[in-house]
């Protein structure tokens, strides 16, 4: 048996790659699996509507010590054979569930670095990095990063010489759509997602559809997601007096209509892991404007499935749209670029097979002692 551990909190880019590769693995029927989450959501619901065998351990209800203690219970009479956590709390749980269950093969998913912060870090904070690296470095037999960009980032930290680090990209469905037909009189559709967080970086999304909207009447900018931020982000627009072409479409937990309706995709974050909403936006055939950070040049080809931006200049994020949006013969060209380009290296079906050698690597690797 296959046991994950994760959060299950929110519906983002992790939790969506986690159900992807999931349900992957639950329609080979190669592998028993069993999913602890901290968290009912999404995640656990959608799940249980394909038939994976989940368990919530409510972290609102139960401290770490009562989270590993239901997790031994639920588990010790299974014939685990490896554990793959995801996320800091998650990697402790699953390193402490090893040890008391004499499971050594143990996989952790690396979505991704803290995100960057001006607030002086506490101790309690500290502490708990520390303990993850720990965990990492000595109980963990292999940790995976979505891109090379974030295992040179890892290895760069200096915690995890010597550890193994595979990496693996995310994948999504490769059965996109076909390139949809518009007339010339339609607005074009400019769109991004995510959680309207800092490090998404929204307001340079609305000073480049500002500049954008300066030169051309025909766009429509719109951003799919919920945040924090969401109330000052909309205050901001609405002083720029573009509340009726930027447009805030909050929270959608299929977002894939979305998708289908926008004609570019626009990124603008400050770091990334390998973003999902990008890798979603290039299946269906959109071409993308996105800054050159984290794992995004690993998907992107310059000039072929859209364009990267070196800087954070709002003027060179304009003009790449721009270009696309009074040329639409080279938008369509780039949008079946960038499809063709997920169904050769970023398809769930790879992904999976990649997560399934590494499964099959370490428990021949770290067998169980039957006892």
């Known amino acids: 048996m296959i046991v994950h551990i994760c959060s299950g909190d929110l519906w983002a880019g992790a939790e969506q790659m986690i159900y992807a590769l999931l349900a992957g693995l639950r329609q080979q029927r190669r592998h028993n699996l069993l999913v602890i989450l901290m968290t009912h959501g999404t995640l656990s619901r959608k799940l249980?509507?394909?038939?994976?065998?989940?368990?919530?351990?409510?972290?609102?209800?139960?401290?770490?010590?009562?989270?590993?203690?239901?997790?031994?219970?639920?588990?010790?009479?299974?014939?685990?054979?490896?554990?793959?956590?995801?996320?800091?709390?998650?990697?402790?749980?699953?390193?402490?569930?090893?040890?008391?269950?004499?499971?050594?093969?143990?996989?952790?998913?690396?979505?991704?670095?803290?995100?960057?912060?001006?607030?002086?870090?506490?101790?309690?904070?500290?502490?708990?990095?520390?303990?993850?690296?720990?965990?990492?470095?000595?109980?963990?037999?292999?940790?995976?990063?979505?891109?090379?960009?974030?295992?040179?980032?890892?290895?760069?930290?200096?915690?995890?010489?010597?550890?193994?680090?595979?990496?693996?990209?995310?994948?999504?469905?490769?059965?996109?759509?076909?390139?949809?037909?518009?007339?010339?009189?339609?607005?074009?559709?400019?769109?991004?997602?995510?959680?309207?967080?800092?490090?998404?970086?929204?307001?340079?999304?609305?000073?480049?559809?500002?500049?954008?909207?300066?030169?051309v009447s025909n766009v429509r900018f719109r951003i799919l997601g919920d945040g924090p931020l969401k109330q000052r982000l909309t205050e901001r627009v609405r002083e720029l007096g573009l509340l009726d072409t930027i447009v805030f479409e909050g929270y959608r937990e299929d977002a894939h209509a979305f998708y289908d309706e926008i004609d570019i995709y626009l990124n603008t974050s400050i770091h990334e892991g390998l973003p999902l909403s990008i890798l979603e936006a290039m299946a269906k055939?959109?071409?993308?404007?996105?800054?050159?950070?984290?794992?995004?040049?690993?998907?992107?080809?310059?000039?072929?499935?859209?364009?990267?931006?070196?800087?954070?200049?709002?003027?060179?994020?304009a003009a790449k749209c721009l270009l696309l949006v009074r040329n639409r013969q080279l938008m369509d060209a780039m949008g079946k670029n960038a499809q063709r380009t997920i169904q050769d290296k970023f398809s769930s079906a790879r992904m999976v097979q990649a997560y399934g050698e590494l499964y099959e690597i370490y428990r021949s690797r770290y067998p169980i002692k039957i006892v």
């Open 48 to 215: 249980t509507e394909i038939g994976v065998e989940n368990y919530v351990i409510d972290e609102s209800i139960y401290s770490l010590p009562g989270i590993v203690g239901r997790a031994y219970q639920l588990l010790r009479k299974r014939n685990v054979e490896l554990i793959h956590a995801h996320r800091h709390k998650e990697n402790v749980v699953g390193g402490i569930l090893g040890k008391l269950l004499g499971v050594r093969a143990l996989m952790s998913t690396v979505h991704g670095l803290p995100e960057p912060t001006n607030e002086k870090v506490g101790c309690m904070p500290r502490l708990k990095e520390e303990l993850n690296h720990y965990v990492l470095r000595n109980w963990y037999s292999c940790m995976v990063a979505v891109s090379f960009e974030l295992e040179r980032q890892l290895r760069e930290i200096g915690k995890f010489d010597g550890c193994n680090i595979a990496v693996v990209h995310n994948g999504v469905s490769s059965t996109a759509s076909l390139i949809h037909e518009r007339s010339t009189e339609q607005k074009l559709q400019i769109g991004t997602a995510g959680r309207l967080v800092e490090v998404k970086d929204f307001n340079l999304f609305i000073d480049v559809a500002a500049g954008v909207l300066q030169e």
């Open 285 to 317: 055939g959109r071409p993308v404007v996105a800054p050159m950070v984290g794992g995004i040049p690993e998907i992107i080809i310059n000039g072929q499935d859209g364009f990267l931006i070196k800087s954070r200049d709002r003027k060179e994020f």
